[in-house]
């Protein structure tokens, strides 16, 4: 019997749902135990799980509205989700006065606050606030719509905009428990229950979940949320960690969150004991420094001063600061100055006055002098290579440091009496530089001794990886301690050694090793800072996925790290009460036995998992150790899956073969990858199929906010879930007789997506049934060990030049193919079979452009499917996110040639000249009845020319395609009311008025 998942997925829905909690940024359940890169969101996991562990009937309709109850996604479950909106003025009662100054107007928030801003400031906001008011703020919802009519009738995007996210309800309400029970015969109320009931009766015992690449944790913690045994197991130890944490902090409930909280706040209180009394943070006006900024400075040969660099000089927007610099008559050292300005000053310091580095070269700040390149600095040999005692920069180091702004702040009596904190940037004076130097002391008096003990960092950098290659290059840095400043490694070393004194439990080490780990992140060298109005912060390490040097950064002083530093404001809601196992293993060396295994590989990916980790693992070091004596505490780069080329392939197939062989017969796997490029998808096919895996079904949620880290190419934005189960029998297969199964395959699976999306809310997009297409063609593929004799594994490894197609690529391409025919956008179904393919291709493109579709990889992978091999004239755009097809007038009168021409010498036309090779769709009638539209715009919207201009070109056979054009032309009509398509009016106009002219059109 299939499982729900391998016949359907409600794809729109479930994407709406992973959006949101994507959207939620610090509010995602697992984030805030550290970072880590392409975490799943946690709503895909579980619809997952459970479309696999839930079993088809022969009611699809009946499972859809059960599978969407359990999940609590059907119209009842997000009614029950729905609590509204806590209003803009309780957040505004609930900030400290500094957020309420900073953020509010007296109605509402300021002006200029983005979406994602407001979110951050309403996390802060949340943070801060003990249990109680919590409670009290959360009292405040209301729901927007009140009326359940009025509500259900709101597309579903728009309804859970207002709603809980499923995970963070009770569940389905007695009412849906009883209709669940009644359709899967099972007696369960509440997940876990459900789960052991399918289980049992699928694998007779609760289902056992593996990841084998889990990360940072989501597959294996949401596979044990709801009930199931979990095992996770990453190569690198700091995904280990995590997802140990998300197990056992979180899952552990509150008593071990307590605890964790309560080892990490009595950490802290020594630390900053132990700061205030070395008085390293203090000033003698009773102020405490809230941020630190350090710039580098350079001295170009010729010059006899230092130049201080920074892309920008503005220190605050909202405060509006700036930093200006002065000669000190006898000092080769300039003076900073930070001067309030007017909001006109602020406006042209934001756009780089007074930048001393600009487009990478050195701005003279007194003179304006252009002196340099920064990289003819670091001169041919490249710059000195750090040793592991070097701290600061040698005196005769090429980039020197420099402290240059203080942030201070003071607790003093408001205008209403009430205390509020005063704040004032300043320039370092001599007593502030004492403070520097006693810092350095301070640090180099343990430097030694806490790099024994592991509470800073001693490894050293990798020089050969993507990212780390550059702080070799950039800065000369080679040991991981280099990316932190004196005053960093002091703080951040000394909570590290407190917390080895304190924390005893297992628990307790992991979380405070976290919470150096999160302060890592947020406070290094690496930490830009940003002078922007919504921030006036620092940033954090990661908020991209490099390893990026700046030339001006934030430090934070201690006070700056309490809300880094806790794992837990709160306690959590979370309890997993069944066993689970972490483990640090290649994945090639699994040997644990799941019935299910759901896996994110690291596929082709831009994120250099082993390089970035190493970044948290050189402070968690020998503290991992003490928690996890079993564990390797070294990525182990040279194992790391990566890349796309050959040995990735061949890491892959003995992985899966390896996950294959520790799964029941009745097993299945899911394969979750994100990537932009439909292409990939085949390859990733054939790995598996080479594995012993036959695909069952495919689905594309859109999993990700846009273009988050991505530095080129097309937005990634869709997870493709492939769903796997073992290729028990060895069975041989034959191209002539797999041909037309796949065939039926695709038609079969096309149709059963057309008949889920009509009437209601459209489930699927292009790529969705692209994508099916792909699946279908796997589904009968995977069947077969061989094909015509040929060995799967053999053809993934044959070496082959780009052009030449295996037979198995061949057929996957004629699923697309199939798979594009059968797709006639709506009101062209009597003219498709008419149409060439070239013909089809334009209008499917215009059909894709209309519903909002702008990334080119879905136009060149449709072409690909009509077997169209150039589509760049009729292309107006070919922007990866802006790609868009030419109007009729946008495509004028070039590249018309005569119906039917298809010589490869260019054809002169009759009011146009096409150059070079006649493009198919030059010749196509439809490319003249588009000419004829542009004649009737371009003639004030007289159709006469264009009515003329078909006669002449098509003859007698004008009167045979008359309908024809008329139905066309109806069509087109119809693009220009479609969304985003304005650049259709004038066109869309026309094609109404031809078609008019053409229906009353007599001999
Ligand atoms: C895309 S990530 C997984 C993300 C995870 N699903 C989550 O939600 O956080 C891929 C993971 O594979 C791990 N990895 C790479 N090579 C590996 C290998 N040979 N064995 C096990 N894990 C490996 C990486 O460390 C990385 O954590």
Not at 604 to 632: I, K
Not at 816 to 830: F, N, Q, V
Request: glycine letters at 8%.
């Amino acid at each position: 019997m299939p499982a729900f998942i391998e016949t359907q997925f409600p794809i729109a829905r479930l994407s709406a749902e992973a959006y949101k909690e994507r959207k939620a940024n610090n509010g995602q359940t697992l984030t805030r135990l550290g970072k880590w890169w392409g975490r799943k969101p946690l709503i895909l996991i579980r619809a997952s799980l459970l479309g696999m562990l839930m079993p088809a009937s022969i009611d699809p309709k009946r499972d859809r509205e059960i599978f969407l109850k359990i999940l609590t996604m059907d119209d009842d479950g997000v009614w029950q989700r729905c609590k509204g909106e806590i209003p803009v003025a309780a957040w505004r009662e609930a900030a400290s006065a500094e957020i309420q100054k900073d953020s509010f107007l007296a109605r509402g928030w300021r002006r200029g606050l983005t979406e994602e801003e407001q979110d951050s400031i309403c996390a802060r906001i949340w943070e801060a606030l003990n249990p109680l008011q919590r409670k009290a703020l959360d009292d405040q919802r209301r729901r927007p719509v009140p009326d359940r009519v009025t509500f259900d009738a709101l597309p579903y995007a728009q309804r859970i905009a207002h709603c809980e996210r499923p995970e963070n309800i009770e569940g389905p309400t007695s009412t849906a428990w009883a209709d669940i029970n009644a359709h899967l015969g099972t007696s369960a109320s509440s997940l876990s229950d459900l789960v052991a009931q399918l289980g049992q009766r699928t694998f007779g015992h609760v289902p056992r979940v593996g990841d084998a690449f889990c990360g940072g944790g989501s597959i294996p913690f949401e596979a044990a949320r709801i009930g199931c045994e979990a095992f996770g197991s990453d190569l690198n130890p700091v995904a280990g960690l995590l997802t140990w944490a998300s197990l056992h902090l979180l899952g552990g409930g509150r008593v071990v969150q307590e605890e964790v909280m309560q080892v990490q706040a009595v950490v802290m209180a020594e630390a900053d004991r132990q700061v205030s009394e070395w008085g390293i943070e203090h000033n003698d006006q009773g102020e405490r420094a809230d941020a630190f900024l350090y710039c580098v400075e350079v001295k170009p040969e010729g010059c006899d001063y230092f130049i201080p660099l920074a892309p920008s000089w503005l220190v605050g927007e909202r405060t509006k600061a700036v930093c200006r610099w002065h000669r000190v008559p006898g000092s080769d050292r300039l003076q900073p100055e930070i001067v309030v300005v007017t909001p006109e000053e602020v406006a042209a310091y934001k756009a780089g006055k007074g930048a001393t580095a600009v487009d990478g070269r050195v701005t003279d700040p007194l003179t304006g002098k252009d002196w340099c390149s920064i990289e003819s600095l670091r001169g041919p040999q490249g710059l000195r290579r750090w040793s592991n005692d070097d701290i600061v920069p040698r005196p005769d180091d090429v980039f020197q440091e420099r402290l240059y702004v203080i942030r201070w702040v003071k607790t003093v009596a408001g205008a209403d009496g009430k205390p509020v904190e005063s704040r004032r940037y300043a320039a370092p004076n001599p007593a502030d530089l004492q403070r520097e130097t006693l810092t350095l002391t301070l640090l180099q008096q343990r430097f030694h001794a806490w790099q024994a003990a592991g509470f800073i960092p001693s490894k050293a950098i990798p020089e050969q990886g993507d990212e780390t290659g550059r702080l070799f290059r950039e800065r000369g840095w080679t040991h991981w301690h280099h990316l932190f400043t004196p005053r960093q490694l002091l703080t951040h070393g000394l909570l590290a050694e407190v917390s080895g004194r304190i924390a005893q439990s297992k628990e307790a080490i992991v979380g405070c090793l976290l919470g150096l780990g999160r302060i890592a992140n947020w406070d290094s060298r690496l930490c830009l800072w940003m002078a922007n109005s919504a921030n006036e912060g620092g940033s954090h390490v990661f908020n991209s996925q490099a390893l990026n040097t700046f030339l001006n950064y934030s430090n934070r002083p201690l006070i700056k790290l309490d809300t880094a530093w806790p794992v837990f404001n709160d306690t959590v809601a979370v309890s997993i009460g069944r066993s689970s196992r972490v483990i640090t293993s290649d994945a090639r060396d699994l040997r644990h036995t799941c019935d299910l295994w759901v896996t994110d590989p690291p596929y082709a990916d831009a994120v250099n998992y082993h390089e970035l980790g190493d970044f948290f693992l050189a402070w968690y070091d020998r503290q991992l150790t003490r928690a996890f004596p079993e564990w390797t505490p070294d990525a182990r780069a040279e194992l790391a899956v990566r890349g796309d080329g050959d040995d990735f392939r061949r890491s892959m197939v003995e992985i899966y073969r390896n996950l294959a062989a520790h799964m029941p017969d009745n097993g299945m796997q899911m394969v979750q990858f994100t990537h932009q490029d439909p292409g990939v998808w085949a390859d990733l096919g054939m790995i598996l199929w080479a594995a012993g895996l036959k695909a069952t079904a495919a689905w594309t949620i859109s999993t990700e906010t846009e273009a988050v880290g991505i530095k080129k190419g097309n937005y990634v934005t869709g997870t493709v879930c492939l769903v796997l189960r073992k290729r028990v029998k060895p069975e041989p297969g034959f191209l002539d007789e797999v041909y037309p199964l796949v065939e039926d395959e695709v038609r079969r699976q096309i149709a059963s997506m057309q008949a889920l999306d009509e009437g209601g809310e459209p489930n699927f997009n292009d790529a969705d049934y692209q994508l099916a297409a792909y699946a279908a063609a796997l589904k009968v593929l995977t069947q077969y060990a061989t094909l015509d004799g040929k060995d799967v594994e053999h053809e993934v490894f044959a070496v082959r030049d780009r052009a030449t197609k295996s037979d198995f690529q061949s057929v996957i391409e004629r699923a697309i193919t199939i798979a594009c025919d059968l797709l006639i956008p709506r009101g062209l179904e009597s003219s498709w079979r008419d149409l060439s393919l070239v013909e089809r291709y334009y209008l499917r493109a215009l059909d894709i452009e209309s519903r909002g579709e702008r990334r080119k990889g879905m136009y060149e992978e449709l072409a690909r499917g009509f077997g169209v091999t150039d589509i760049r004239p009729l292309l107006k755009s070919d922007q990866a996110n802006g790609t868009r097809m030419h109007t009729p007038s946008g495509l004028a009168a070039s590249g018309l040639a005569p119906l039917g021409a298809g010589s490869s010498q260019p054809v002169p036309v009759r009011r146009g000249r096409a150059s070079g090779a006649v493009h198919p769709f030059a010749a196509s009638p439809l490319r003249h009845l588009l000419f004829a539209i542009r004649e009737t715009t371009l003639n004030d919207l007289n159709p006469e020319p264009g009515r003329q201009y078909l006669r002449d070109t098509f003859g007698q056979g004008y009167w045979n395609r008359r309908e024809r054009f008329m139905a066309l032309l109806e069509w087109l009509e119809a693009l220009g009311n479609a969304h985003g398509m304005t650049e259709w009016t004038a066109d869309s106009e026309a094609a109404r008025i031809l078609a008019g002219r053409l229906r009353n059109d007599h001999a």
